[in-house]
């Protein structure tokens, strides 16, 4: 999944980006309500992750303005403010989960998967591709009972490769959905990745092929 995590704190900040990268989540970091709101309007997230009290433009006002463009993202917000008011003020601009700093990662792990899977996310029910089972709620696939071990980045690459399946994916689509704004990492790394993944995929009926100036198609081979 493709998330934003709207925080100030560097250490916090770092912290949860790490953790949800762990996961096998691509995650962009906003460190202030500005850059946030750029992001979040223009960008196409599953979810936001969003603390309340950031420099330049409140948590708030970037929550109300997401909601008036009518971006359809879930919000979950994120912050130190647990008073009922400050709750129920925020579900009535459009949040859609609260959570109290300081918390546990693992409770945040469960609010976000239950977030992505109300939305329609994250947690779909196993899908079999000839012989390879992908599972979207686990993270993880196997290919008959073989587990298929995936760091997070191939991963993420064989998840947009299944929900591309039949269309042709460029080098710079593949690209923009591995890594993050501040990663520079060049066109060349995404033949290594696919060609890590091809290894692992070995032995199953999911395909990648290789379109010649174009890109790359996974279908599931006949």
Known sequence: MRLLVVEDAEDLGLAIRRHLERQGHLVEWARD????SQLGETGDFDAVLLDLNLPT???TDVLERLRARRRPVPVLVMTA??????KVRHFQLG???YLVKPFDFRELDVRLAALLRRHGGGAAA?????????????RRARIGDRPVELSGREYRLLEYFVQGRGRVLSKEQILDHLVGLDEEIGLNAVELYVSRLRKKLEG???EIRTIRGLGYVAEIAR
Request: net charge negative; glycine share 16%.
């Open 204 to 206: 199953s009926d999911f």
């Open 81 to 86: 403010r647990g008073e009922i008011d400050d």
């Open 95 to 97: 949040a859609d989960d």
């Open 33 to 36: 309500g500005a850059d946030a």
């Open 126 to 138: 196993e899908l079999r591709l000839g012989n390879l089972v992908f599972d979207g709620a686990a």
């Open 57 to 59: 433009r409140s948590g």
